[in-house]
């Protein structure tokens, strides 16, 4: 493949370049939009709807579709009517024309490899370190590419109706059809998962929005004013579509398909949206805080390290306050994909929880930090047991007090301080 070496130069692992592709500036609750008739991507507010500015425009991109921010820091969007797909910088301004296809459509990344939905070649076609083309189903014209629990689903339109089929990300082969012709879809531009797991699916031609449950039986429908076509969740939990012959993003209230209004302000002028796609969404992260009861959980502010899985090296980092329910919101990178968390926080040991960002159902961590870890070795041991002698029942403002040893939090180091540590004894940081 000619793109190939393209990715071999940064390479997956060569995290010099991910620093510098990750540094897209963050922006809280936030979707781009294709505006196909426009010849750009922009970026708004998944709100209130306030536009956030240009991600893509000028360099030749004519009927954008699909769109990804890639591991490179770079936005990649299907221009479809030249046959492209073009890079854009974090400013909005043209980089390359990185790959020619026929009539590029959605587009995502898979383990840092783009794949692209073909249109007029009736492929999927993954494009990096690993690349295939799937094989050819002549009259099945491949639509929008998501990503689901390391599965990658594609819906399609063709003459028996439109539906949803799953491939093999590794070698491209057809797993079959996720949710097959004839259960009322026709034209199946956009579709995604919701917060509780349900699938929407939107079907243009018909006008309606389909629900389905995990196993592909229908759950109803909603008729749209027009021609529903990309359809993502807003950080509300509403579900976000752009209509056909519509300037604006349609607000649906769910699972009651209640109309909202539209998503746009009137200085907000776009001639045709189309795909819609999420950028930083939230990572929500549940934690809680063994062996201290005063207070519970610790007030102030916890620093998550964010990195590739595996790695062990951090590309970004978020600081957040916890909620006195013991949750932290962090923004995930633009570069939607896995994600290693790491939190490391006062006397507790280091661990790491795995996210996908792709993946509505996997965008949360539970973090069940064990204490004891009073010099911040990240390791329970002797040292931690000395330094806990040393304050052992003295009280804050007493001399010989060190805030350290206090595992409880109740400003006295005593008996429960010792049982904290000696649950904890021997036990290491950095667990998965």
Not at 117 to 128: D, E, F, I, K, M
Not at 398 to 421: I, K
């Amino acid at each position: 493949m000619r793109n190939k070496g393209k990715f071999d130069r940064f390479g997956r692992e060569v995290l010099a370049s991910v620093l510098l592709a990750l540094t897209h500036a963050a922006h809280a609750g936030t979707v781009a939009v294709a505006d196909y008739s426009g010849n750009r991507v922009v970026m708004v507010d998944d709100v209130s709807g306030v536009f956030r500015g240009s991600i893509a425009n000028g360099g030749g991109l004519l009927r954008p579709f699909g769109f990804a921010y890639g591991p490179d820091g770079l936005l990649y969007v299907s221009s479809y009517g030249t046959n492209q797909v073009k890079r854009y910088n974090s400013l909005g301004i043209f980089v390359d024309n990185y790959l020619a296809t026929p009539k590029p459509a959605g587009l995502t990344f898979y383990d840092r490899d783009l794949v692209v939905a073909n249109q007029s070649a009736y492929t999927v076609t993954r494009n990096g370190i690993v690349s295939w083309t799937s094989p050819v189903r002549q009259g099945r014209i491949y639509q929008s590419v998501v990503i689901k629990n390391g599965h990658l689903y594609v819906s399609f339109n063709s003459t028996a109706g439109g539906g949803i089929e799953e491939f093999d990300p590794n070698s491209g082969a057809s797993m079959g059809d996720l949710i097959p012709t004839g259960r009322g879809i026709w034209d199946a531009q956009g579709f995604g998962w919701g917060p509780d797991g349900t699938l929407y699916v939107t079907s243009s031609n018909s006008q309606k929005i389909l629900r389905f449950n995990s196993g592909g039986q229908s759950l109803g429908s909603f008729t749209t004013a027009g021609q529903p076509l990309g359809l993502r969740f807003n950080s509300n939990g509403e579900l976000l579509s752009t209509i056909w012959s519509n300037t604006q993003v349609a607000r649906i209230a769910v699972p009651g398909f209640n109309a909202l209004g539209g998503l746009l302000p009137e200085s907000v002028q776009l001639v045709q949206p189309w795909y819609i796609e999420l950028v930083n969404p939230s990572i929500e992260c549940q934690m809680t805080f063994g062996g201290r009861t005063n207070p519970v959980p610790p007030s102030g502010t916890v620093t998550v390290e964010i990195g590739f899985p595996g790695t062990g090296t951090t590309i970004q980092s978020r600081t957040a306050t916890i909620q006195s329910s013991g949750k932290i919101s962090i923004l995930a990178p633009s570069f939607l994909s896995e994600y290693d968390l790491r939190i490391k926080f006062g006397t507790f040991l280091t661990q790491t929880r795995r996210v996908d960002t792709r993946d509505s159902s996997r965008s949360k961590a539970t973090f069940d930090l064990v204490n004891g870890d009073c010099d911040g070795s990240d390791t329970v041991d002797a040292s931690d047991y000395r330094l806990l002698v040393g304050s052992l029942g003295k009280s804050q403002g007493e001399s010989g007090y060190d805030s350290r040893a206090d595992l409880t939090g109740d400003n006295t180091v005593n008996a429960a301080d010792v049982a904290v540590f000696s649950a904890s004894f021997s036990k290491t940081g950095l667990g998965q």
